[in-house]
């Protein structure tokens, strides 16, 4: 496990150097501080072919011709498909909730049911970027658009079947 950032320093003594003839040799010191891999949240890159539009009863409309994916994230919703919904249940992802959502297509007339809304009960914006809290499995949302993940999330969902795409923080927002 990466260690924590400003979790410790490491303050040792380092025999031979010498600071000076004021100072005895055997009390110099030096100090490393050990950070986190990554600084930032990542980008889950989700491309949707589709869009959607919540109704009034609740149920997301389809706005578009084309498929409906495994995960559909627009303005202020991210519905994911149950198979997806139970593995973010095994990883015992924090500060999320589900509720169950259906995506309807007017042309045909289908209802798909096996979808359930993310709720993520963590929310920043560009101006918070230096006081994001990285702690723990957590999704963040980004002005109610983008879904980012911890770095410890980011891992736990590698080594999952979800062949999730990554980006390095902020490296894709100009």
């Excluded at 109704?55 to 706005?63: E, K, M, P, V």
């Excluded at 994916?69 to 999320?96: A, C, F, S, T, W």
């Excluded at 359930?116 to 006081?131: E, P």
Aim: aromatic share 12%; glycine share 6%; charged share 25%.
């Amino acid at each position: 496990m990466a260690p924590k950032y400003n979790q410790y320093i490491n303050d040792r003594p380092r025999k031979g150097l010498w600071a000076g003839p004021s100072l005895l040799r055997s009390s110099a010191h030096y100090v490393s501080v050990m950070f986190k891999e990554s600084m930032y949240p990542f980008h889950l890159e989700i491309c949707n072919k589709t869009d959607l539009y919540q109704l009034n009863d609740g149920r997301y409309q389809l706005t578009t011709d084309g498929p409906v994916d495994p995960i559909m994230i627009g303005h202020n919703y991210i519905l994911l498909q149950n198979k997806i919904v139970d593995v973010l249940q095994e990883l015992e992802v924090e500060r999320v909730s589900f509720e169950p959502a259906t995506i309807w297509n007017r042309k045909t007339d289908t209802e798909y049911t096996d979808y359930q809304k993310l709720s993520v009960h963590r929310h920043f914006s560009s101006a918070d970027l230096n006081d994001i809290d990285l702690d723990g499995k957590q999704f963040l949302v980004m002005d109610l658009d983008y879904l980012f993940v911890t770095p410890e999330l980011k891992k736990a969902l590698e080594t999952t079947k979800l062949n999730l795409k990554f980006g390095e923080g902020f490296s894709k927002f100009g």
